[in-house]
């Protein structure tokens, strides 16, 4: 009797021990961890190091906040990395498994990449033999520069501050551009924006694109390129956000660096852009699960370069659909985990060739609810608008075609797809947010209109009566065989000027 008690009693410990977690037994268990020296440092220099060193990576204002290039600066953070490389928030990157291998700037590692990470950390982080390490790798140290030494250093004129009170602040800059800064008009090669505070939180300029946070630098493809014009200034749409209080406020002075085509150089496209947002939605008080689509379509072939989804602190996740005029369609992008911290533009390593007739639609998904920890208030009813605390359905696309007919992007010019959109008119001009323009909020060329528009004469337009405007136009437009003019949106506004807003 005692015997086999005694038997059960070693088999219930034999069995509790096998349930232990790993970690508790592997720091002398796990002989064949991996160490620093022979497998961490490499992973390190291969995946984090372009972020995580001294002078690294400033992705819109992103910056590491640490290095982890020796094992003195690795040790301490061993937990931290093995957690955050499991929970796959690092290296960051957004889109799903199904888009891997297509992005140029993908920043993915392997399930076994991870677990070296997680093996050392649970092993005690060991520090390894040095005769089995990697060479250090070379950071380029001209200014820390990622597209290396730059031709043009722009700034904006002079510099401005961001006041205590401030916690969102949209303001126009200036650089003037001097004969001595650029003497002739020349293409663009690479641009990358510094911005000259931490208050930055993006920065539009038109035909050199902006950044905000997480943004890699652009890096056009041999034969693309954007224009920089003599004697053009450059306007700085910048979108200042911090905490406000006493001491808070912050001088801001922010650059671009540029790279140019050689004179002469062949440069036969110039990249073109579509902006797929909305601007009639409203996001009930706790809503989980909001979600609205735009569409643009394509009317001649085209090359798609990039992708770059748009949303505030509500925004849930994010996704790009071709639908092909054979019937077929495919994702082109899925981001199921939308983080507003990160604006990543995915970029194509071989561009994406669709056909003309090709729609592609831009659906997004937000979360108004209490269990969504960035959202600044689950009781509010959200409507599109600038601050990150209204919200934004943007669904940026760029793209090369053979005719090169449509200008430049951010509002560079030239296209005929323009097209005026009165939901958007609505949401730029909603001075008192109630989701209507007023009579007395509307600008003055609307009010011409007003009758057609107004149709339930309550003296203002609702988006309903906005998209019914849209249509109308449309209509008016196609039997006058010519293209509504793009309103001026004025000051604020984001680079929209080719939406289609959707169903109309
Ligand atoms: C594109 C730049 C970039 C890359 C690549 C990158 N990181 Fe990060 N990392 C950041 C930034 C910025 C932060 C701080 C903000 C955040 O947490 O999102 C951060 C935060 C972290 C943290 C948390 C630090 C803290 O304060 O708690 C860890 C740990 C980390 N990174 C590890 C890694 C590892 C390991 C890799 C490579 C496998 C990696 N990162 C790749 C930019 C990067």
Redesign the pocket.
């Given at each position: 009797m005692k015997r086999s008690i005694s038997t059960l009693g070693i088999a219930i410990l034999l069995v509790t021990m096998a349930a232990l977690p790993a970690a508790a037994n592997t720091e002398s268990a796990d002989l064949e961890a991996p160490t620093f020296h022979n497998e961490v440092s490499r992973?390190?220099q291969a995946?984090?190091q372009?972020?995580?060193r001294p002078n690294g990576?400033n992705?819109g204002g992103?910056?590491?906040?640490?290095a982890?290039v020796t094992y003195d600066q690795t040790r301490p953070?061993a937990k931290?990395?093995a957690?955050?490389?499991q929970s796959r928030?690092?290296?960051?990157w957004h889109a799903s498994a199904g888009q891997n291998g297509l992005f140029k700037n993908e920043?993915t590692?392997t399930e076994e990449e991870v677990d070296v990470?997680v093996r050392w950390a649970a092993a005690g982080a060991p520090v390894g033999d040095p005769a089995t390490a990697p060479e250090a790798r070379e950071w380029p140290t001209d200014g820390g520069w990622m597209i290396g030494e730059p031709d043009l250093v722009l700034n904006v004129d002079e510099p401005y501050f961001v006041e205590d009170d401030v916690e969102d602040q949209y303001i126009y800059l200036k650089t003037t551009m001097t004969k001595d800064l650029l003497p002739e008009n020349r293409m663009v090669k690479a641009i990358e924006f510094r911005p000259g505070s931490s208050a930055v939180h993006h920065i539009i300029v038109p035909n050199l694109g902006g950044i905000a946070p997480g943004n890699d630098p652009t890096i056009y493809t041999d034969g693309i390129a954007s224009e920089l014009k003599a004697g053009q200034d450059l306007q700085w749409q910048m979108h200042y956000h911090k905490e406000p209080g006493e001491g808070t406020g912050v001088w801001d002075q922010s650059q671009v660096a540029l790279k140019f085509y050689a004179p002469g150089e062949e440069v036969k496209y110039t990249l073109q852009g579509a902006g797929l947002s909305r601007f009639d939605f409203a996001l009930a008080p706790g809503d989980a699960d909001v979600t609205t689509t735009a569409e643009h379509v394509f009317d001649e072939e085209a090359r798609i370069v990039s992708y770059l989804p748009h949303m505030h602190l509500r925004g849930k996740s994010a996704k790009y659909t071709a639908y092909y005029p054979d019937g077929s369609s495919e994702i082109l992008l899925d981001v199921p985990k939308y983080d507003f911290?990160?604006q990543t533009a995915y970029e194509y390593g071989e561009f994406k060739t669709v056909p003309a007739g090709t729609k592609v639609v831009f659906q997004s998904w937000w979360d108004n609810s209490a269990d969504n920890p960035h959202n600044p208030d689950p009781t509010a009813t959200v409507r599109w608008g600038e601050p990150t605390t209204d919200e934004m359905s943007f669904g940026f696309l760029s793209f090369i075609t053979e005719s090169n007919s449509g200008g430049s992007m951010f509002g560079g010019g030239g296209s005929d797809r323009d097209e005026m959109d009165m939901t958007a008119i609505v949401a730029f001009m909603d001075e008192n947010r109630d989701g209507k323009l007023q009579k007395d909020e509307a600008p003055k060329q609307l009010l011409a209109y007003w009758a057609m528009i107004d149709t339930n004469k309550d003296d203002a337009m609702d988006m309903v009566e906005a998209k019914a405007a849209n249509a109308a136009l449309a209509k008016m437009m196609a039997a006058r065989g010519q293209k509504a003019d793009v309103e001026d949106k004025g000051p604020g506004a984001e680079p929209t000027k080719k939406s289609s807003a959707g169903d109309r």
């Open positions: 992973l390190l995946e984090c372009v972020c995580h990576a992705l992103m910056v590491a906040p640490m982890l953070w931290s990395i957690r955050k490389v928030e690092m290296p960051p920043r590692i990470f911290n990160w």
